[in-house]
């Protein structure tokens, strides 16, 4: 039977993003193999020291050499730089003078969890607890009742630096923050939901037995933990002033479904970003533009301090390789351009009155485009411009990645930001580019394997 007219224009002028699944199946096995390295990513990087040591190890597998400024680098060469321990840049140099611009792809190594306080070890009723302090935009009730693992670092007075690492080896002991069993719950019930547990009631439990001695002993549960600790790494009271100690998700990335499509795991935000931005970069041969692939810290509270993109450390790497071809730096970064790559919120059917459906992204229908950010009306965003979402869609069709649009959530619901508007203050064309979520900013975030494929091949296409 022929198409009607209105069926013919319904065809011509209207669209919908396609499920990948439906389109593409064939997809399924790629991304599946795709996601065994993402996931090994995720287990052996669950703080931004770690997934930096994991960056650095990849990239000088690959190659990859210290960035030098005195020397001179030729096409195809690959270069990478360290800021603090805590980001990292990755450069393979390009075939067009970097007056051209670069092609710079920007992600976060960092994610919401539990720090210690500078004084964290506490006594009380004979149990042995750390005290801790939340970062980034947690639900604070989330963290109760699961198993957490300690990583970190410790200076000791010497200068020694001690790695810790507590919960994640098999056989290894996990902590743990209580909650109230229902029975004696009522009071805690009435409490607003964001107040179920409050931050001062975020107390790890360390220890329950006493260290027996012959005289009395101040807090003897506190005193024995203490002493397992020096037992293992030769510390004291004082050497938590020198120390930065995370308290994650003590669980490995999983399939989740039966169809084992989903990836669940800690960390995904966004480290699902940096992952295929690192993966893309160790796979440009000779790219027409210079890269730089930008692992950064502490976007989730907002980019400050200096390992974070509201610094001007990118900055002046740029500078530095201005300088090395003699380009000028500001023309550099007139004609670059940018993904921020970043994750959105995945429509929850569960949970569908704070999304807009039409402008919303979907598990399954790949990489995500967000052209803003920001709160209710458009505060604190970037804004992409119409000539730069054409140029980064043409980027992704060309190369038939699986793409879609989205926002965070509905327009008087909340919103948040992303790195965008700090590279957009260096005079750089940027856009938010990253993979759904759900779950976000939870011990146990989603994450669709189709979409994390889809958002390496945009990135691909983005450094060709």
């Given at each position: 039977m022929d198409k009607t007219i209105g069926q013919k224009l319904q065809e011509e002028l209207t669209f919908k993003f396609p499920h990948i699944g439906k389109e593409a199946p064939e997809q399924m096995e790629k991304a599946d193999l795709f996601c065994n390295g993402y996931k090994r990513f995720l287990d052996n990087g669950k703080t931004e020291r770690e997934c930096v040591r994991e960056a650095v190890a990849m990239l000088e597998m690959q190659g990859y050499v210290p960035f030098d400024g005195t020397k001179t680098y030729r096409p195809g060469d690959k270069v990478y730089q360290v800021n603090r321990g805590k980001a990292i840049l990755a450069t393979t140099f390009g075939t067009q003078g970097l007056e051209k611009g670069l092609r710079i792809n920007g992600a976060h190594i960092d994610s919401p969890r539990l720090d210690l306080k500078p004084n964290p070890v506490y006594e009380k009723n004979d149990l042995a607890y750390f005290k801790t302090h939340y970062y980034g935009g947690i639900r604070k009730y989330q963290w109760a009742t699961i198993p957490l693992s300690m990583h970190g670092v410790i200076i000791k007075k010497s200068g020694e630096v001690i790695e810790v690492n507590i919960g994640e080896k098999e056989g290894d002991p996990v902590f743990c923050i209580t909650d109230l069993l229902p029975h004696l719950a009522a009071e805690q019930n009435s409490r607003k939901l964001g107040e179920g547990l409050k931050g001062e009631e975020l107390n790890v439990v360390i220890g329950s037995l006493p260290f027996n001695d012959e005289a009395e002993i101040k807090e003897p549960v506190k005193l024995m933990t203490l002493k397992l600790l020096n037992d293992r790494f030769g510390i004291t009271e004082t050497d938590f002033l020198r120390a930065e100690i995370e308290l994650v998700p003590a669980q490995k990335a999983s399939d989740v479904g039966l169809d084992r499509s989903i990836i669940g795991a800690y960390g995904q935000d966004d480290r699902v970003c940096a992952y295929t931005a690192l993966m893309a970069e160790i796979d440009a041969v000779k790219p027409e533009y210079t890269t730089v692939t930008v692992l950064a810290d502490k976007e989730e509270i907002g980019s400050d301090g200096n390992t974070g993109l509201n610094s001007h450390f990118v900055l002046h790497y740029i500078e530095d390789l201005a300088e090395m071809a003699r380009a000028n730096?500001?023309?550099?970064?007139?004609?670059?351009?940018?993904?921020?790559?970043?994750?959105?919120?995945?429509?929850?059917?569960?949970?569908?009155?704070?999304?807009?459906?039409?402008?919303?992204?979907?598990?399954?229908?790949?990489?995500?485009?967000?052209?803003?950010?920001?709160?209710?009306?458009?505060?604190?965003?970037?804004?992409?411009?119409?000539?730069?979402?054409?140029?980064?869609?043409?980027?992704?069709?060309?190369?038939?990645?699986?793409?879609?649009?989205?926002?965070?959530?509905?327009?008087?619901?909340?919103?948040?930001?992303?790195?965008?508007?700090?590279?957009?203050?260096?005079?750089?064309?940027?856009?938010?580019?990253?993979?759904p979520i759900l779950s976000m900013h939870s011990p146990f975030e989603l994450s669709s394997k189709l979409d994390v494929y889809n958002t390496y091949k945009a990135f691909q296409a983005f450094y060709k």
């Open positions: 730096v500001r023309t550099v970064l007139r004609n670059s351009m940018c993904l921020s790559s970043d994750v959105n919120a995945a429509y929850d059917p569960t949970f569908s009155s704070v999304y807009e459906e039409r402008n919303s992204c979907y598990l399954n229908k790949g990489c995500v485009l967000t052209k803003y950010t920001g709160v209710r009306g458009k505060a604190g965003s970037n804004d992409a411009s119409a000539e730069l979402m054409a140029k980064v869609i043409a980027m992704m069709e060309k190369e038939g990645v699986y793409w879609q649009i989205g926002e965070l959530g509905a327009v008087d619901q909340g919103g948040g930001g992303t790195i965008a508007k700090y590279v957009a203050a260096m005079d750089v064309d940027v856009v938010d580019l990253g993979v």
